[in-house]
């Protein structure tokens, strides 16, 4: 022990004068990766606006901060959902998969059940003196008429919602109206989706501060006025803050082709993982923002409800005059025709009620039917690079500078720390 007293005690005024120069590379290469950290969890938080609003009207008069991505959620899910219906998604081909017949047979046991219920209610409520006076048997072949072209009416009007698709479901209003109740559905695509090239980005701060480091420590070395050699380092720190993203960036992104230089390939880090990337787009849509549930809501009561519910009426119309068959005449002049309109428009109303809970029954075929996942993920996957990275680069290539301003305005605040460190 007293040996290493002894050599440490022979050699710390020798290597003393040197540490502060060591320290200098060593320091920017954690400045570099922290402002990288820092500026990629400013990209993606906070989700909501965090700070002081002094006006509501005027965005300049805000105190504070929200993710960049958050904050532009509402703009690149406009933008995605026209890329995803160019490059990605035939609307007419997706659902053209759903065969009618295995949706009626789906929602089959519900339907029955529903039919059964509103068919007697029905009667009861509008004609109560005919209903009570008829048999038992009469009765039960009225309703089980019902009941057998209820799901018929299911069918054809999963047909005509089949072949009307592009009318009745609006992908952007859908994607939309999700993005603006839930702004960190865009941070999981993007986070997700870049996981390793955000990684890249944290690390390449600490290899290239490291480099720029060197740099700073040899200009601090040839400066004898520490006075003026400490403003090296806030100004260094600016530089690697800004270069470090910048090129991380640039990496990420570029080429969009390989370019090989004898045995080493370069290319964009994104396009090389195009398969990885494009497997979890098709996740993230598929679980996040095309889910069954949002897709019938917005067929059932989006844009074209209106003809949704004349598309009912018109199937249960349908059924009703059948179920009555050649009885309709007599009913009608037997309890007047407004009674028989009633009759018809409480049971359309039920269905129309009822259609919303007892259309869950197809979600499990409709997914497998559909299978966005992998509709997606292929049609990505295939897609020449400008193309691919049309999805991924729009959010960066608007705001990027935001992202490096920031790295160098961190990095610049970490040089005085550290300039202030060293000289007092």
Known sequence: ????????????????????????????????????????????????????????????????????IPLKATKMASMSSDMILEHLIDIKEVFGKLNPDRVAEEMETNVRTLARGTMERAMKENVPLLWATLPKN???????????????????????????????????EMVLEEINADRGIMNELFLRCGEEEFKFIEKSGFYFGFLFGIVQMVIWYFIEDYSWAWMSLPIGGLIIGYLTNFIALKMIFEPEKPIKFGPIIFQGLLMKRQKEVSREFGKVLSNRLFTMRNIFDNIIYGK?????????ESHVNNVIDKTAGLNRAIIQIATGT???????Q??????????????????????????IEHTVAEKMYELPADEFLGFMRPVFKEDEWKLILIGALLGMGAGFIQGAILVY
């Open 1 to 68: 022990m007293e040996e290493i007293k002894a050599i440490i005690s022979e050699w710390y005024p020798i290597i003393e004068p040197w540490l502060i120069y060591l320290v200098i590379p060593i320091t920017a290469a954690i400045v570099g990766w922290w402002t990288n950290k820092l500026a990629i969890q400013m990209t993606f938080y906070p989700v909501e606006f965090k700070g002081w609003v002094f006006s509501e009207k005027k965005a300049w008069m805000r105190l504070g901060w929200q993710g960049i």
């Open 138 to 172: 009469r009765k039960e072949k009225i309703i089980e008429t019902a009941i057998d072209e209820f799901p018929n009416a299911v069918e054809s009007i999963m047909e005509n919602i089949r072949e009307d698709i592009l009318d009745l479901w609006d992908v952007k």
């Open 304 to 312: 074209a409800t209106d003809q949704i519910v004349d598309l009912v």
């Open 338 to 344: 407004k009674t028989y309109h009633n009759i018809k």
């Open 346 to 371: 409480m049971v359309v109303d039920s269905f129309r009620q009822e259609l919303p809970q007892s259309i869950t029954e197809v979600f499990a075929y409709a997914e497998n039917a559909l299978d």
